[in-house]
C-alpha cells in the first residue's frame, strides 16, 4: 500500500527566515507533487494480473483460467480435483458416474438422437436455432429454454437428457447423439442413458457459443453443487481477447 509521509516544521521561525523556508517548503511540495505523478497506482498493478490460460489436458490446480476458443474468451474457475481434455472439464468421470463441464460452438443437431447416422443436419447461427433444434430432437427430453445474460451477453438456457425408454445399444455406434461440428459424424454423444445436462447458449455478438454442464449416473450431492458452482463461475472477458 503506498501511504504519503508529512514532515513537521517549528511553530515559530526568525522573520530573517521566513522567505527562504517558504521557498523550501514550495519546493518539498513541487517534487512531492512530481513524485507522486510518477508512482503507479495500485489500480494499474492489479491491471497487470494476467489469468493462466487454460491447459489442453491434465489435471488442474484450484484457480481461475482463462479459455481463448471463442471470439470473445471467457474465465473459469475450478477447485481441486478437475481435469482438462481441451474443451472438456471432467471430475470423478467413470463408466458409469462423474461431471463435465464442456464448451463448444456446433453447427449441426441429428434429428434423432438414437437413429442419427444420415439424420444430422445444419442449424441457423442463432442460439434460438439451436435450442429448437434440441427441443424438436428424438429420443431426447428438453425443458423450455428460458433467457439468460452470461457475462454480458443474451442467451438461452435448457435442461437436455435422454429419454428413459431408450435402448442405447439399439441406438446408432450405441451413442445417443447430441450434436456436431459436421453432417458426417457425431460430435458429442452420451454413452449411457443416464446422462443429463444443462446448457447455456450464448450469443457471442453472433459467435454461437454452447456451454453445458454433464452429469453421468447418480452424482453426490456434493459434486453436483460443486460443479454447478463451476459452470456458474464462467465470464466472458472482452477485454482480455487478441
Known sequence: MWTLHGRSHAAHTAPSRQAGVAVAV?????????????????????????????????????????????????????????????????????????????FQAPGYVPTDACAWKGAIVEVDPSTEAFAAAMAAQTSTVTTPAVEIMVGGFPGLELDHAVESDVDINACDEAKICLHSDSADNCGRWHSRVTAHETYRVVDLNGERAVIAVLFRGSVAPALTEEARAVFDSIEFAPDKGD
Open 26 to 102: 514550495l519546493a518539498c511540495v513541487a517534487l512531492a507533487a512530481c513524485s507522486a505523478a510518477d508512482t503507479p497506482s495500485p489500480a494499474s498493478t492489479a491491471d497487470a494480473v494476467t489469468v493462466m490460460s487454460l491447459p489442453e489436458s491434465g489435471e488442474l490446480e484450484a484457480g481461475t483460467y482463462l479459455v481463448p476458443g471463442f471470439t470473445v474468451p471467457f474465465e473459469i474457475t475450478v477447485s481441486d480435483g478437475w481435469e482438462s481434455s481441451g474443451w472438456f472439464l471432467h471430475k470423478d468421470v467413470s463408466d458409469e458416474t462423474g461431471v463435465a463441464v464442456n
